[in-house]
């Protein structure tokens, strides 16, 4: 029939998330701990940015790549900071959020029936993205607590037919930070296996404990072999101005350029002189942030732990938490739920990040302390009321 819907929208389903998010604003007096973004205000000097640009007549189309002075502010900061040297010309384009990123890089690289290998749990969109590019998405299930890569797990993922793996680093939702030894190992079998790995680093300086973040680009030989995605949107509390960055060799990009081009043209001038001051300025106001989550999380783990049927580590990075609950006795998805309509606390459940995942709950930390305090005595009032916890 002329009406029916193109076997790539049939190919996926909305976001387990968002289908909750949709579900919590219809629910009052919510604490939500399902969020994926910072609660935080966008620092006051970069929407000062973004004013003085509109002022000066910033309001017309761009560069498809992005600004120049953006994609050099860029680079200077690749290089600073994660060792990798990227051209600006050719290497660096800026992206309507990750999202966008995302979406141009499988739509550039993944032919169908290419496998595209995801370390699991992970965040859903990667499989929808990839459904979409008409590539096959292969889940690598790492292990609880820690969820380290496990290399021998991987490369019995790897076949003829293996053209990326994803990594989410850190990782959401686990929190977990691939150390370089890791990653190390990863770069040695996409250069014996020819493969290329997309490496998502949007939460890179969301981490504690001296934690230290590496890029996999950086590794010798690897440059050529990854996308490196990034965005403003967690590290400066950006999410809403939708502004991100791919990184990757001069043929790639120039294929992500094509796309993305006829996906949104260009990203806001405006948004991207305020990007500009935000990686330019100093770096006071991320510090802040990422302290206030240290102690967010510090808090609420602890309490967590107070609470019988539940375990949870303290993550390395990102500003989530996924305690375990298998000691509840309940699927997570029926645990979400029955938590958001007789709590009032709204969790993700682990399930929608992959098989993996079950037996776990995603907490967001990017609330209050207030908030999460009140969200964990909330927690631990429904737990009593679980038969499970009644019996024994």
């Not at 992970?122 to 609880?144: D, M, N, R, T």
């Not at 686990?174 to 190390?184: F, I, N, P, Q, R």
């Not at 809403?240 to 993305?260: A, L, M, P």
């Not at 995603?362 to 019996?391: C, G, N, Q, Y």
Request: proline residues 6%.
């Amino acid at each position: 029939m002329a009406e029916s819907l193109s076997t790539r929208v049939n190919s996926i389903e909305t976001s387990p998330i968002r289908k909750l998010i949709d579900m919590v604003d219809k629910i009052p007096n919510v604490i939500g701990l399902h969020a994926g973004e910072p609660d935080f205000d966008t620092p006051m000097h970069i929407i000062e940015a973004a004013k003085k640009a509109l002022n000066e007549g910033h309001t017309h189309y761009t560069h498809t790549a992005g600004l120049p002075e953006l994609r050099e502010a860029i680079a200077e900061k690749l290089l600073k900071e994660n060792n990798i040297k990227a051209d600006p010309e050719t290497e660096i384009t800026v992206t309507v959020g990750g999202f966008a990123a995302l979406f141009s890089t499988f739509q550039t690289v993944i032919n169908p029936a290419d496998e595209v290998i995801v370390t699991e749990p992970s965040w859903p969109s990667y499989e929808g993205f990839i459904k979409l590019s008409g590539g096959i998405p292969v889940h690598l299930q790492l292990k609880a607590p820690d969820y380290p890569l496990d290399v021998n797990s991987l490369k019995e993922k790897i076949t003829e037919h293996t053209k990326m793996v994803v990594i989410n680093n850190p990782n959401n939702p686990t929190g977990a930070v691939y150390s370089k030894k890791e990653l190390k190992v990863l770069a040695s079998l996409a250069k014996k296996h020819g493969f290329l790995v997309l490496a998502d680093e949007v939460y890179e300086k969301i981490v504690f404990d001296n934690t230290h973040h590496y890029s996999i680009a950086s590794l010798t030989g690897m440059k050529e072999k990854t996308i490196t995605v990034n965005s403003f949107s967690k590290t400066y509390a950006m999410t809403g101005w939708r502004i991100g960055y791919v990184v990757s060799n001069e043929k790639i990009t120039t294929g992500i350029r094509r796309i993305h081009s006829y996906a949104v043209s260009c990203v806001s001038p405006a948004f991207q002189k305020a990007a500009l001051t935000a990686l330019t300025a100093p770096n006071d106001c991320v510090q802040q942030m990422v302290r206030k989550y240290k102690e967010r999380r510090d808090i609420t783990v602890e309490a967590l732990n107070d609470i019988p049927g539940l375990q949870c580590i303290k993550p390395k990075g990102t500003f989530y938490l996924f305690p375990d609950v298998q000691g509840l006795g309940l699927p997570s998805a029926n645990l979400a739920e029955q938590m958001l309509k007789k709590a009032k606390v709204a969790t993700i459940p682990g399930s929608a990040f992959g098989p993996s995942g079950e037996g776990h709950l995603r907490m967001s930390i990017s609330v209050s302390k207030k908030d999460l305090l009140e969200a964990v005595k909330r927690i631990k009032s429904f737990v009593r009321t679980l038969p499970s916890r009644r019996d024994r």
